[in-house]
T-cell receptor, first 114, second 111 residues
């Protein structure tokens, strides 16, 4: 199993540009999450999904959109990039909602908006 | 809102014990976690403890929870250079999606 994969690894965007961060998991997990990690800060939940076709906002959803058309894929869309979105983005997945079901994280996408 | 705080940096010599501390504010936390993040990688769950436990031991790792003081610690015995990483504590409250992460403690192990 590849686990959770994310593309791209790095990206530089100009203000106002759009892009999609890709996330795929091959563990047949129902639950998927997008976090952002700012320097010296913990992770903040952007969006999450409990299954195909179902998504919901996390703590910091503004400026982002998600979709979940399949169990495997959970892309994150930035429509009008702003410098405040410069961050490292992590996708994660888990088998269930019990706290003992750990979240598996992808390697991250480092995004810079200038 | 909930807050989870950690010191930013810890340096220890190889073979010594490391103790990483964390404080949290949410009294309704049900589970508390320790994650490890190696350079260029995502977070990896190390261990977790249920809020009605005081201690959990797993090989070289010992987690201590003082619920009264809302204080969580992670002790790594016989610290190795491979333990160099950033360690995040996190707490779960109010449902599965409400996991609040701390700021992370960077552990540097000196050979």
């Amino acid at each position: 199993n590849a686990g959770v994969t994310q593309t791209p690894k790095f990206r530089i965007l100009k203000i106002g540009q759009s892009m999609t961060l890709q996330c795929t998991q091959d563990m047949n997990h129902n639950y998927m999450y997008w976090y952002r990690q700012d320097p010296g800060m913990g992770l903040k939940l952007i969006y999450y999904s409990v299954g195909a076709g179902i998504t919901d906002k996390g703590e910091v959803p503004n400026g982002y959109n998600v979709s979940r058309s399949t169990t495997e894929d959970f892309p994150l869309r930035l429509e009008l990039a702003a410098p405040s979105q410069t961050s490292v983005y992590f996708c994660a997945s888990s088998r269930g909602i019990s706290p003992s079901y750990e979240q598996y994280f992808g390697p991250g996408t480092r995004l810079t908006v200038t | 809102g909930e807050d989870v705080e950690q010191s930013l940096f810890l340096s220890v010599r190889e073979g010594d014990s490391s103790v990483i501390n964390c404080t949290y504010t949410d009294s309704s936390s049900t589970y508390l976690y320790w994650y490890k993040q190696e350079p260029g990688a995502g977070l990896q769950l190390l261990t977790y403890i249920f809020s009605n436990m005081d201690m959990k031991q797993d090989q070289r790792l010992t987690v201590l929870l003082n619920k009264k003081d809302k204080h969580l610690s992670l002790r790594i015995a016989d610290t190795q250079t491979g333990d160099s990483a950033i360690y995040f504590c996190a707490d779960l409250s109010g449902g599965y999606q409400k996991v609040t992460f701390g700021t992370g403690t960077k552990l540097q192990v000196i050979p």
